[in-house]
Nanobody, 127 residues
Framework: VQLQASGGGLVQAGGSLRLSCAAS????????????LGWFRQTPGKERELVAA????????QYAGFVKGRFTISRDNAKSTVYLQMNSLKPEDTAVYFC?????????????????WGQGTQVTVSS
């Protein structure tokens, strides 16, 4: 399963970015469309942490506390794509953001529940 994340970049504090992650290949598209999806982030020296997760139907979501209503996760199963809309960005949101496909259909926050990972996209928020 291959996942291609895009949409990262440099933005000023208070700005917005929209990340996308598309699955490719027949197996990738089928797996990503039938399983939960998540966005994680990681900074140097720190563990990868959940940002948001969404169930396969898109009817259940989970968010990290630091999101506080600023980010929204969504998915389009017809396109095998998951999105992360990030608003009111802060310098502390600077990280590499990874998309991932869960082993399960629900929205799960546990790192070990995810089996496939994208390559990551850099988000840098300047103050």
């Amino acid at each position: 399963v291959q996942l291609q994340a895009s949409g990262g970049g440099l933005v000023q504090a208070g700005g917005s970015l929209r990340l996308s992650c598309a699955a490719s290949g027949r197996t990738g598209r089928r797996t990503s469309s039938n399983n939960g999806l998540g966005w994680f982030r990681q900074t140097p020296g720190k563990e990868r942490e959940l940002v948001a997760a969404i169930s396969w139907r898109g009817d259940s979501t989970q968010y990290a506390g630091f999101v506080k209503g600023r980010f929204t996760i969504s998915r389009d199963n017809a396109k095998s794509t998951v999105y992360l809309q990030m608003n009111s960005l802060k310098p502390e949101d600077t990280a590499v953001y990874f998309c991932a496909v869960s082993r399960y259909s629900g929205a799960t926050s546990h790192l070990e529940d995810y089996q496939y990972w994208g390559q990551g996209t850099q988000v840098t928020v300047s103050s």
